[in-house]
């Protein structure tokens, strides 16, 4: 059974940086999407990054880009979502999710399947940015 894990997380003050991790336990796809999506409390689901990691190739939401980046380790198993410049409205409950196999995508594809709730999700970890 597929278990996506996120340690990590925490709080920050404005102008701060974290960085997320998520790991799946019985996952062993070499082609995979991986992603992250955050809600905060009151808004929808919003995506956030997302990387296919056979390229890679990858796709950042408009508040993300320029601030955010999303990588995977040499193995493709472990994908991280570097934040910098954090403001209080990064503040949300962050979600990791991942997909696999998948054959002849983009972190765009990537994206648009997390979207619509595809791939295993983890339970997600709070980030929070205080001002």
């Known amino acids: 059974q597929v278990r996506v894990l996120e340690p990590g997380g925490g709080s920050v003050q404005a102008g701060g940086s974290l960085r997320l991790s998520c790991s799946a336990s019985g996952y062993t796809h070499d082609n995979k999407c991986m992603g992250w999506f955050r809600q905060a409390p009151g808004n929808e689901r919003e995506g956030v990054a997302a990387?296919?990691?056979?390229?890679?190739?990858?796709y950042y939401s408009e508040s993300a880009k320029g601030r955010f980046t999303i990588s995977t380790d040499d193995t493709g198993d472990t994908v991280y979502l570097q934040m910098n410049s954090l403001s209080p409205e990064d503040t949300a409950m962050y979600y990791c999710?991942?997909?696999?196999?998948?054959?002849?995508?983009?972190?765009?594809?990537?994206?648009?399947?997390?979207?619509?709730?595809?791939?295993?999700w983890g339970q997600g970890t709070q980030v929070t940015v205080s001002s």
């Open positions: 990387i296919y990691t056979s390229g890679p190739s990858t």
């Open positions: 999710a991942m997909e696999g196999p998948i054959y002849g995508g983009d972190g765009t594809y990537c994206y648009r399947r997390f979207r619509v709730g595809n791939g295993h």
